[in-house]
């Protein structure tokens, strides 16, 4: 993962002068106006997709998920987190020695308030090439969007969580209903989605009250880019035959430290 984070750092970190910004793929643009305009985008895989990436390897990641701890907090959740500093003045990241988490009870009004400890995620994991696409992506945007500045500290954090609903048993997510998050840029990576899964649907809504938009997130790559514009949610996940059924995701977000 440090040669990951280097190369990030040596390619990736830099500010977009006006001629590097008009030759950006049109994709990028299209993303960075809609989250400007709406504060979410719904990602196809494709955007992703390079010649770096095969079946293969993302089948390597897949199968890192069957062996997560469950989380503690209610849900039917299992995952592992690691989270790295961005260290300006260096120009590069640092992963930090713990696996401590902490939201605000303002945004997570179920699990908020309290500091929450997760597995670490594996290295094979973390050194799959599959992440170092999606970093230096969620980096790109991250930094064209404006939302996190990179001459300050910011923390990237990775929730690798699996959703499993066994039997008549639900999983549903922490807070379960419309809400925003701590972070105030998030990524939503799906990774696997079983054929029997009901619910799992991500919801968009102007305010508590008003949903705008509904869809789910079927392929390997598909992904959600979160602001703190819209509240959002996922529906809670059961299973369509009684076996059981599960979803995948990798979370990434980016907060700038306070």
């Known amino acids: 993962m440090v ?18 910004s008009k030759s950006t793929s049109n ?14 985008v719904h990602i196809k895989p494709e955007y992703y997709i390079n010649s770096k990436i095969n079946l293969d390897l993302i089948e390597d990641m897949q199968e890192k998920y069957a062996n997560l701890s469950k989380d503690s907090s209610p849900g039917n959740r299992f995952r592992a987190y690691a989270c790295y500093d961005w260290l300006p003045n260096e120009q590069k990241f640092v992963k930090q020695n713990t696996t401590h988490y902490f939201q605000s009870k303002e945004y997570n009004y179920d699990d908020g308030g309290k500091v929450r400890l997760f597995d670490p995620i594996v290295e094979a994991y973390l050194n799959n090439p599959v992440l170092k696409t999606l970093i230096e992506k969620d980096v790109e945007l ?15 954090g990775f929730h690798q969580i ?12 922490s807070p379960v209903w419309l809400h925003r998050d701590d972070e105030p840029l998030v990524f939503v990576h799906l990774f696997n989605l079983s054929k029997n899964v009901l619910g799992g649907d991500n919801l968009i809504a102007t ?23 819209p509240y959002h949610a996922v529906t809670p996940l059961g299973s369509s035959n009684g076996d059981n059924a599960f979803r995948d995701i990798l979370l990434i977000t980016f907060m700038n430290k306070k």
């Open 207 to 229: 305010d508590p009250k008003t949903i705008t938009h509904i869809f789910r997130l079927n392929s390997p790559l598909e992904t959600l880019l979160l602001t703190k514009m």
């Open 162 to 173: 699996r959703y499993k609903a066994q039997g008549t048993e639900p999983s549903y997510s």
């Open 3 to 20: 040669a990951i984070m280097s190369y990030v750092s040596q390619n990736i970190l830099r500010s977009l002068t006006d001629e590097e």
């Open 27 to 40: 994709p990028t643009i299209e993303v960075i106006n809609q989250v400007k305009n709406y504060g979410f």
């Open 142 to 156: 991250a930094k064209q969007t404006g939302i996190i500045d990179f001459e300050s500290e910011f923390q990237m």
